[in-house]
């Protein structure tokens, strides 16, 4: 596994609006639509930071936290 970065993410889902916010050294606060069920927010925050980051989302991959508002994620 290639390892760019990794990422400390704080998620806030059913949000008004999708945001991503810097909160820090290598640390995101990051706003979503959709509801924790299903892993829809997983899913919008996977597409979202492949956005950010401009990679695909195979590249995004969370390694921690997945039931949780306080995820640490890798990106490739």
Same mark, same amino acid.
């Given at each position: 596994?290639?390892?760019?970065?990794?990422?400390?993410?704080?998620?806030?889902?059913?949000?008004?609006?999708?945001?991503?916010? !810097?909160?820090?050294?290598?640390? !995101?606060?990051?706003?979503?639509?959709?509801?924790?069920?299903?892993?829809?927010?997983?899913?919008?925050?996977?597409?979202?930071?492949?956005?950010?980051?401009?990679?695909?989302?195979?590249?995004?991959?969370?390694?921690?936290?997945? !039931?949780?508002?306080?995820?640490?994620?890798?990106?490739?």
């Amino acid at each position: 596994m290639n390892i760019m970065k990794k990422i400390k993410v704080k998620v806030i889902p059913r949000a008004g609006k999708q945001e991503i916010t !810097y909160a820090g050294p290598d640390q !995101y606060r990051i706003k979503l639509k959709s509801a924790p069920i299903k892993g829809r927010a997983n899913q919008e925050l996977i597409s979202l930071l492949a956005h950010h980051f401009k990679v695909g989302k195979s590249s995004i991959e969370i390694v921690k936290g997945l !039931y949780s508002r306080n995820k640490v994620v890798v990106i490739k």
